[in-house]
């Protein structure tokens, strides 16, 4: 089947925003076995929406819209495809019961604007949006398929997770459908694991083996087509036998989850603890372990300690490591232990682990941005230190650090 | 005049890579007061590019393609659009030349699939790559301007600013360039704002005014159209000042930054500094806060208390406050008093900011998801604390406790 996404926005169209959305849907849809042959942008005003639905489904058999379902006046997408579909626009109960108990839960008043984020066309199937207050909407329409979806990125994936995909499959029958499986990796750069598969990519045609790259997380992507979900998985596992014998040593999870996900729920299951001393990387690396539920059992609490003097007092870091004639500096292997240890005393955890190192984007302490020391304290072992030399934006290399430790303590529970 | 454009490649259809290329066209078109009114993607496909081509012909009267310039057998862009207006694909010899020196150079053979980059279309302008291979294409026919330029982004910004600007300017005499400046707001939603400038958007022409709403931070952007940027900026002075009487207290900024970078900026300049004591958090308000190179002078450190050992221990919150009957417990105006407080006298900073409360997935101490208490201590005033009712998932509860908390912050400031 054939697709074309419309993303409207006028933002898109001044180049404020980038269109992530239409990579996110784009990808999906390959992932089910949906071509997608022509993505459009249009603003937010309803004959030109209605000019792209037109065209769109000239040449497709699913148009998924996205954007345009906001609370505000220019927010027309959905105005415009029940023009074009000569539907009517329907209140969705579920969804208006939603959106009023959220103002009254806050005291706030209620506007005319807030309720039309419930509308829906008749005769649709409404698809809740679990993130946000629009709704979505799946209507089958003279032989085409057509979607509704909010335009936030946070509210789109889960929507397009939870009940996209499971509608398009619905309507699919008699095709065999794609099944896909994600292998993620650790502790290894893109290049290096394509060399280490090279001749089996090369050599792929049923399941594909396609890597991709993002942030600095590696994955391969296996796909097939099968009747059956335990059929394709049977396909791919010969596949996955071999790149395991190359590369297992990095491979943390067989789903698309990211890294942190997976120490934190390995920690929680294990009844392990852990704890944070953080200077580079300022609190992401405690942000990305708490952002998972159920985060606290695991990760006990960090400190960040931008200063030398907050090093001295909240971790216990001995001065003569900080200042002072041939003291090491705050950037080194000696200060980067003592806070992984302070840490891991003050929480009483079985990890501690610490980052000191420079963000940039100027050097410090006539070090180079980039030079990073992270240290690993466990309990009932000696203190570890890495040399860690990243590269790319202060935000990258913040965020490089962070997963470095993630793969340290992967390394150590396995 | 209207603007449209194409991007080119099979690679953006399947989500493989994002079309940065779109936001970067459309931006600068915008800033020379081109109106893009639609972005087009298309496959590397000969008939599918022409019938874009065609569409796009038929409702602007800019037509810019980017990418399929390349030695491959699937880059067939300028072939798509040589047949498009029916002129012949010719060698542009400078663009030969160049691509002979690099081949020799080198000792490399070079292949007739090479030489190809060098085409352009009889009677077109030249456009020289500066930082690639492939030569960009301008052309007028039949009124329309056409512009073919390579899809690699550091080819076609380079070639962009340096060539692509200049021509466009050049066909474009007697048109009023476009201007535009941005408001941003803090501690008002963006349906509220709209509302109580709901008559100035509706009776809006010129400046326009638009309203924009991303990840919680709320916009407004004023565009205009004047011979110099004085004009510009005296013609949107006067919807400013309306603006400013209706919600000034909310406009923190007349750029598009954002409210952390705001705060830290201020705390710098004027010598005050800021820590933070993270329960819910959980170390988000800090990765913020250290995002901004600089932010050590400002930002001193913090403490990410998951548990209520950490609490006492790190930041001298009394056990009273968190257990035994008739405690208030960890999610409380009393402990997010108490820890902020804590935190401000551990480092020794003007300001103490708290967050203990309820991120989610599930309830805690009975209490309800979304409920924050937001503590703000600072020298020689009364503790304060603030009670929030936020919505959303995990992590929008964690980034709006740290959006609310840099605005108590910007408030104190002012």
């Given at each position: 089947?054939?697709?074309?996404?419309?993303?409207?926005?006028?933002?898109?169209?001044?180049?404020?925003?980038?269109?992530?959305?239409?990579?996110?849907?784009?990808?999906?849809?390959?992932?089910?076995?949906i071509d997608m042959y022509f993505q459009t942008v249009v603003g937010d005003n309803v004959e030109?929406?209605?000019?792209?639905?037109?065209?769109?489904?000239?040449?497709?058999?699913?148009?998924?819209?996205?954007?345009?379902?906001?609370?505000?006046?220019?927010?027309?997408?959905?105005?415009?495809?029940?023009?074009?579909?000569?539907?009517?626009?329907?209140?969705?109960?579920?969804?208006?019961?939603?959106?009023?108990?959220?103002?009254?839960?806050?005291?706030?008043?209620?506007?005319?604007?807030?309720?039309?984020?419930?509308?829906?066309?008749?005769?649709?199937?409404?698809?809740?949006?679990?993130?946000?207050?629009?709704?979505?909407?799946?209507?089958?329409?003279?032989?085409?398929?057509?979607?509704?979806?909010?335009?936030?990125?946070?509210?789109?994936?889960?929507?397009?997770?939870?009940?996209?995909?499971?509608?398009?499959?619905?309507?699919?029958?008699?095709?065999?459908?794609?099944?896909?499986?994600?292998?993620?990796?650790?502790?290894?750069?893109?290049?290096?694991?394509?060399?280490?598969?090279?001749?089996?990519?090369?050599?792929?045609?049923?399941?594909?083996?396609?890597?991709?790259?993002?942030?600095?997380?590696?994955?391969?992507?296996?796909?097939?087509?099968?009747?059956?979900?335990?059929?394709?998985?049977?396909?791919?596992?010969?596949?996955?036998?071999?790149?395991?014998?190359?590369?297992?040593?990095?491979?943390?999870?067989?789903?698309?989850?990211?890294?942190?996900?997976?120490?934190?729920?390995?920690?929680?299951?294990?009844?392990?603890?852990?704890?944070?001393?953080?200077?580079?990387?300022?609190?992401?690396?405690?942000?990305?372990?708490?952002?998972?539920?159920?985060?606290?059992?695991?990760?006990?609490?960090?400190?960040?300690?931008?200063?030398?003097?907050?090093?001295?007092?909240?971790?216990?870091?001995?001065?003569?490591?900080?200042?002072?004639?041939?003291?090491?500096?705050?950037?080194?292997?000696?200060?980067?232990?003592?806070?992984?240890?302070?840490?891991?005393?003050?929480?009483?955890?079985?990890?501690?682990?610490?980052?000191?190192?420079?963000?940039?984007?100027?050097?410090?302490?006539?070090?180079?941005?980039?030079?990073?020391?992270?240290?690993?304290?466990?309990?009932?072992?000696?203190?570890?230190?890495?040399?860690?030399?990243?590269?790319?934006?202060?935000?990258?290399?913040?965020?490089?650090?962070?997963?470095?430790?993630?793969?340290?303590?992967?390394?150590?529970?396995?």
């Amino acid at each position: 089947m054939r697709a074309e996404m419309i993303a409207v926005g006028t933002e898109l169209l001044l180049g404020q925003i980038v269109n992530t959305n239409a990579q996110y849907i784009s990808e999906q849809c390959a992932g089910i076995g949906i071509d997608m042959y022509f993505q459009t942008v249009v603003g937010d005003n309803v004959e030109r929406i209605r000019s792209a639905l037109t065209i769109a489904a000239s040449r497709a058999d699913i148009i998924i819209c996205c954007g345009g379902l906001g609370p505000t006046m220019d927010d027309v997408t959905r105005d415009a495809l029940a023009e074009h579909v000569a539907a009517e626009l329907v209140m969705d109960e579920p969804g208006l019961k939603k959106i009023e108990q959220y103002f009254a839960s806050r005291n706030l008043p209620i506007l005319e604007s807030n309720r039309r984020q419930a509308l829906t066309l008749k005769g649709a199937d409404v698809l809740p949006n679990d993130t946000g207050m629009a709704v979505g909407t799946a209507l089958k329409h003279e032989g085409k398929l057509y979607l509704l979806l909010p335009g936030p990125p946070r509210e789109l994936t889960a929507m397009f997770s939870r009940y996209v995909i499971p509608w398009l499959r619905s309507q699919m029958s008699g095709v065999e459908p794609l099944y896909s499986k994600s292998l993620k990796f650790a502790g290894i750069g893109e290049s290096a694991l394509e060399h280490r598969l090279e001749d089996l990519i090369e050599a792929q045609s049923d399941p594909t083996i396609a890597p991709y790259a993002k942030e600095g997380e590696v994955m391969i992507r296996l796909t097939t087509r099968a009747a059956t979900e335990a059929e394709a998985f049977a396909k791919m596992e010969r596949v996955e036998e071999e790149i395991r014998k190359r590369v297992g040593a990095h491979l943390y999870a067989e789903e698309d989850v990211s890294l942190d996900e997976v120490v934190i729920k390995v920690l929680r299951e294990r009844g392990l603890t852990l704890a944070a001393a953080e200077s580079c990387t300022g609190g992401l690396f405690a942000d990305m372990a708490t952002s998972h539920p159920g985060s606290s059992e695991a990760f006990l609490g960090g400190i960040v300690s931008y200063t030398n003097a907050a090093k001295q007092s909240l971790l216990d870091v001995p001065n003569r490591l900080l200042e002072g004639p041939g003291a090491p500096g705050a950037v080194s292997p000696e200060t980067a232990i003592a806070m992984a240890e302070g840490v891991r005393d003050r929480l009483g955890t079985t990890f501690g682990i610490s980052f000191t190192g420079v963000a940039g984007p100027s050097t410090s302490e006539g070090k180079p941005v980039g030079l990073v020391y992270l240290g690993i304290a466990e309990q009932g072992k000696p203190t570890e230190v890495k040399e860690l030399k990243l590269s790319g934006s202060r935000e990258m290399i913040k965020l490089r650090a962070a997963r470095s430790g993630y793969y340290e303590i992967w390394k150590r529970l396995q």
